[in-house]
Antibody
């Protein structure tokens, strides 16, 4: 059974930093790309970042590029996201998602964690 | 950047058919995926690559495409189908994931 468990959320002041982690189990972790998707309170889903199975390729939404860094440790089955220069508009539940297919334009997220809440406020 | 447009809400009576649309430029050339998100829960994939259902998803859920619109169809709707539904594509030009704004399905 695929399981994804996020941690690291919390309250941080604007301009501050936070590191999210996602522990995965139930599949061959290094074979699959992983992604972060966020959801602001009462709003829709927003794709944030993704990383290939090997970790060699990373992808970022324009809204976070240069501030967030995604990484993975295939020996520990974890994916992380370092979030710097946080803004009030980064407040959201952050979901870790496993990719199913990941080639060409067929990139889909087939399993999701329960999410971790990040609140950016003074 | 690529934009996906969904109606904010759709209402349907139990036992009827719900159709949720997702519009985008030349969407027929892209692989469209659909997610269900019940209140307070994480999203669940219900259709991938336009028309395919993951294991465990009822046959009542189906996807289709025509022109510049993708459609998620839910037949014989039940109260448990009440949720927000999101379409998603990958924009190969920008190498970004893109979600539609979401549609709230209300079962009357």
């Amino acid at each position: 059974e695929v399981q994804l468990w996020e941690s690291g959320g919390g309250l941080v002041q604007p301009g501050g930093s936070l590191r999210l982690s996602c522990a995965a189990s139930g599949f061959t972790f290094s074979t699959y790309a992983m992604s972060w998707v966020r959801q602001a309170p009462g709003k829709g889903l927003e794709w944030v970042s993704a990383i290939s199975g090997s970790g060699g390729t990373t992808y970022y939404a324009d809204s976070v590029k240069g501030r967030f860094t995604i990484s993975r440790d295939n020996s520990k089955n974890t994916v992380s996201m370092q979030m710097n220069s946080l803004r009030v508009e980064d407040t959201a539940v952050y979901y870790c998602a496993k990719a199913g297919k990941w080639f060409g334009d067929s990139k889909v997220f087939d399993y999701w964690g329960q999410g971790t809440l990040v609140t950016v406020s003074s | 950047s690529y934009v996906l447009t969904q109606p904010p809400s759709v209402s349907v009576a139990p036992g009827q058919t719900a159709r949720i649309t997702c519009g985008g430029n030349n969407i027929g050339s892209k692989s469209v995926h659909w997610y269900q998100q019940r209140p307070g829960q994480a999203p669940v994939l219900v259709v991938y690559d336009d028309t395919n259902r993951p294991s465990g998803i009822p046959e009542r859920f189906s996807g289709s495409e025509s022109g510049n619109t993708a459609t998620l169809t839910i037949t014989r709707v039940v109260a448990g189908d009440e949720a927000d539904y999101y379409c998603q594509v990958w924009d190969i030009t920008s190498d970004h994931g893109v979600f539609g704004g979401g549609t709230k399905l209300t079962v009357l």
